[in-house]
């Protein structure tokens, strides 16, 4: 996202185009700084009104010598896994991880977010937010300014990995929470640097789940995390943190008409980008699990058709002949773009955790590496059935709008 270190507001975007019509305010915008990025608006019929979601990119374009050196302040440690902290708390010993990350492009300088993970420095930031970059450095809340190498990106879950050679002393990396078990109602905190006011702490609670926003190469990012936690430009590839500390997503764009804060944002779940992050710093090549599905959730409606009422779980509509659950034997329906598909498994469960939409398949796969084997239980002919799957490397057409 692009923004202007004289406190005045972004410039307005020159470049729009409309992506697509959907029937709610759920649309991508990205919101950091970081690397210059296009803007894309979304517009939305509701009524007589048009939302706008802006995918500024992440970028703040910035005129040389104008960014404030003064460094924020912030204090040592990190929580232990169990510690239910305040939100004081939270902040006092996170903040230091974040990092003020400033890249060089093309276009001239740009401002975003990221968060330290590990002692051997490698810090997580959003994908766009060093899009075009030929040079970055890092800015810890201690004044230490140090030049990061870009190890690895993935736009398809907006994720860039970067390194430091040495992590300054009294720094502990940010752990990494689990997304799988969110509520909706639950606390979160939002670290980042929104417009350059560096480490910025903002508070609020997880609106909704199992949102869909897009990616910055056009791939659908399932399971993202809705919250009104105050997210602003600058505020991408910035942790949001749950109670304890922990990193349980990547803050990554917002819903907006005005193109500020307007207590929609989303942000990457922390269990779609681990796996991604961990085969990015072992040098290993950029994987996306996949089991080769599609799926439709088994409404009452579409279930008392089925004569499954009081069932849960997801009709497996189509089955790609490419993928492991074609391997694995599971069926698709005769019919899939019929309104009553018949003939197709019904998932229920996957390593035998109930499931009751499509979301939680996604979610259950994504959390996962390539090569990973997972069991999914699926009800055929009246009949439960436990069927084994090794996941594959999702193909370079799925995905996409």
Do not use: C
């Amino acid at each position: 996202m692009v923004m202007d270190h004289n406190d005045n507001p972004p410039p307005t975007p020159t470049a729009r185009s409309v992506l697509r019509r959907i029937g709610a305010l759920v649309l991508p915008a990205v919101i950091g700084a970081g690397a210059a990025l296009g803007v894309v608006a979304m517009t939305v019929g509701l009524g007589d009104d048009t939302a706008t979601t802006l995918r500024d990119d992440p970028v703040v374009v910035i005129p040389d010598g104008t960014r404030s050196d003064a460094p924020a302040r912030g204090a040592e440690g990190s929580p232990s896994p169990t510690d239910d902290l305040s939100v004081p708390e939270v902040v006092k010993r996170e903040s230091p991880a974040v990092v003020l990350i400033s890249s060089r492009t093309a276009r001239g300088s740009s401002l975003g977010s990221g968060f330290l993970i590990d002692t051997h420095g490698h810090i997580l930031t959003n994908a766009h937010v060093v899009d075009g970059a030929t040079a970055t450095t890092v800015t810890f809340s201690d004044g230490t300014v140090t030049t990061g190498r870009i190890l690895g990106v993935d736009p398809s879950t907006d994720l860039a990995v970067i390194a430091i050679a040495t992590v300054p002393d009294g720094v502990s990396p940010i752990p990494l929470g689990n997304s799988s078990e969110l509520v909706v109602g639950q606390d979160v905190v939002a670290i980042g640097n929104p417009y350059g006011y560096e480490r910025t702490a903002t508070t609020g609670i997880i609106s909704a789940l199992k949102r869909v926003i897009e990616s910055p190469n056009g791939f659908s990012i399932q399971n993202a995390i809705q919250t009104d936690a105050a997210i602003n430009h600058g505020n991408s590839g910035g942790p949001l943190l749950d109670r304890a500390g922990r990193v349980i997503g990547m803050n990554s764009q917002i819903a907006s008409e005005s193109g500020g804060n307007v207590g929609i944002g989303f942000a990457v779940p922390i269990d779609t980008i681990e796996p991604i992050a961990a085969a990015i710093i072992a040098g290993e090549g950029i994987e996306h699990a996949w089991i080769g599905i599609t799926g439709r959730d088994l409404t009452p409606a579409l279930a008392a058709a089925l004569d499954l009422t009081g069932r849960r779980g997801v009709l497996v509509a189509d089955v790609d002949q490419r993928g492991p659950a074609a391997d694995a034997g599971i069926r698709g329906a005769r019919n899939p773009d019929a309104d009553v598909p018949r003939g197709a498994d019904l998932i229920i469960a996957v390593n035998g955790r109930p499931v009751t939409d499509m979301a939680d398949v996604s979610m259950a796969v994504a959390s996962r590496t390539v090569g990973d084997r997972i069991t999914i239980t699926v009800l055929r002919d009246g009949e439960e059935k436990t069927v084994g799957v090794t996941l594959g490397n999702r193909p370079v057409d799925i995905g996409r709008p």
